[in-house]
């Protein structure tokens, strides 16, 4: 049996974050590539020369079909659910011991509990959102209009996202990045890549700006900064980090360790510290992606159930942050690197130098590769590109089967292809090693 929150079926992921975002982002994808489109000899019958010009978009039809694509992706969890006879309690659970859990008053005996409570957007001190100028990445798509000039506060990835997607709508897009670039987190050469097309787009960054508080002015905001500078707009958006949803629910109680933040304490096989009990998901921290959210309770049931299970793997987990270009990265990381944590190589080929490049009119981006000196085995890549999310996979599969780079280069690529600068990138590599 499951217990469900007022999340709903399918939780934040589907009906608030990933899903909903990734619908949103993918209308700014059509709008990027519409603005592109003049390059390309593309023209529109209103007699203007720039497509960009002549393309509106209407936010209150892109966000009422978010909310249905989130809505029948829920429907078909609980189909599913349904169909394999699984019990859907809906109300709010907390452990009794680890082997209880307790909705309202039923009692539920358990041999395994997988606690799987997600997160939610953590919130600047006194600066609390109202659903209509100040809003967290749950919020925006209530929206029925674009936002005139949008602050987003934050820079890691959730900011990066929804920075991107707004400036491709047509906001005027600020982002404030307490950090001295975007992207902190991510590669350095794909955070400037990233960072460049911004600027150039016409988009504010300002960088090294810590904001203090967001508060209500009018019809509009005003976010002030540490330094004392005031930002003004007409909405503004929080991308400050998540919490986890783990307040309240009898686990410290029933012997389940807490970490920093609060999040879950698990092992590499989903365990907590309490027996017969898991976790998965953005509740535990780790790597808070779906993907892993999804890995994390496989193995969990696996083992539960006794069954042959492989640890989650962190190394072989691919990412990708969905801005415009994208940031796709698997393995070894560039970070670890230069720090003197590996002894790898890395080659680095630019998409102004592929030919469907190219023919496409992209210019920003590249393929990285890196690779262990003597074996040349594959440990790590990065992907800047449209849909790097597309190309990530051939790099995962080399990292997870520890293939080589004469291996990837003396694999067949089509001509012209994006993915032939992948096959490039071991080419090089084979001369280097």
Request: proline share 4%.
């Amino acid at each position: 049996m499951t217990v469900v929150d007022s999340d709903g079926i399918g939780g934040s992921c589907v009906l608030t974050d990933c899903v909903p975002s990734k619908t949103l982002i993918a209308t700014a994808e059509v709008m990027t590539e519409v603005e592109e489109a003049g390059e390309l000899g593309v023209r529109l019958d209103d007699g203007d020369d720039d497509p960009a010009n002549s393309v509106r978009v209407d936010l209150s039809v892109v966000n009422k079909r978010v909310k249905a694509l989130a809505t029948a992706q829920s429907e078909g969890i609980s189909r599913r659910l349904a169909d394999d006879k699984v019990r859907v309690i809906h109300g709010r659970g907390r452990l009794d011991g680890p082997e209880a859990v307790v909705v309202d008053d039923e009692r539920l005996d358990a041999d395994v509990v997988l606690i799987a409570t997600g997160a939610r957007p953590r919130i600047l001190p006194g600066s609390e959102p109202d659903g209509e100028r100040i809003l967290t990445w749950e919020q925006v798509y209530e929206l029925e209009e674009l936002p005139e000039r949008l602050i987003v506060v934050g820079s890691g990835v959730t900011g990066a996202e929804f920075a991107s997607a707004y400036d491709a709508l047509g906001s005027d897009v600020v982002l404030v990045s307490s950090r001295d670039r975007v992207l902190p987190g991510e590669d350095q050469d794909a955070a400037a890549v990233l960072e460049d097309v911004f600027k150039r787009r016409g988009m504010t960054v300002l960088g090294k700006s810590r904001a203090e508080s967001v508060k209500r002015q009018g019809d509009g905001v005003v976010v002030t900064l540490t330094d004392g500078r005031k930002v003004e707009g007409s909405h503004a958006l929080l991308a400050v980090g998540s919490l986890p949803n783990t307040e309240h629910m009898g686990l410290v109680e029933s012997g389940v360790s807490l970490g920093d933040g609060g999040f879950i304490t698990v092992d590499k096989v989903s365990r907590t510290t309490a027996r017969g009990v898991y976790a998965a998901g953005d509740c535990t921290g780790v790597l808070m992606l779906a993907s892993v959210a999804a890995m994390q309770g496989r193995i969990a049931m696996s083992h539960a159930l006794g069954d042959a299970v492989a640890p989650l793997n962190l190394s072989t987990v691919s990412s990708n942050v969905f801005t415009a270009p994208e940031i796709a990265t698997v393995g070894l990381t560039q970070a670890v690197v230069d720090a003197g944590g590996s002894t790898a190589m890395a080659v680095k080929v630019p998409l102004a130098d592929n030919a469907r490049a190219k023919m496409q009119g992209v210019r920003d981006g590249f393929i990285k590769l890196f690779c262990l000196p003597n074996t040349g085995i594959i440990v790590g890549g990065v992907v800047v590109a449209p849909r790097a999310s597309e190309l990530i996979h051939p790099i995962s599969l080399a990292v997870g089967a520890r293939l080589t780079v004469d291996q990837m280069a003396q694999s067949f690529t089509v001509y012209p292809s994006v993915s032939g600068s992948i096959a490039e990138a071991a080419r090089r590599l084979h001369l280097r090693s």
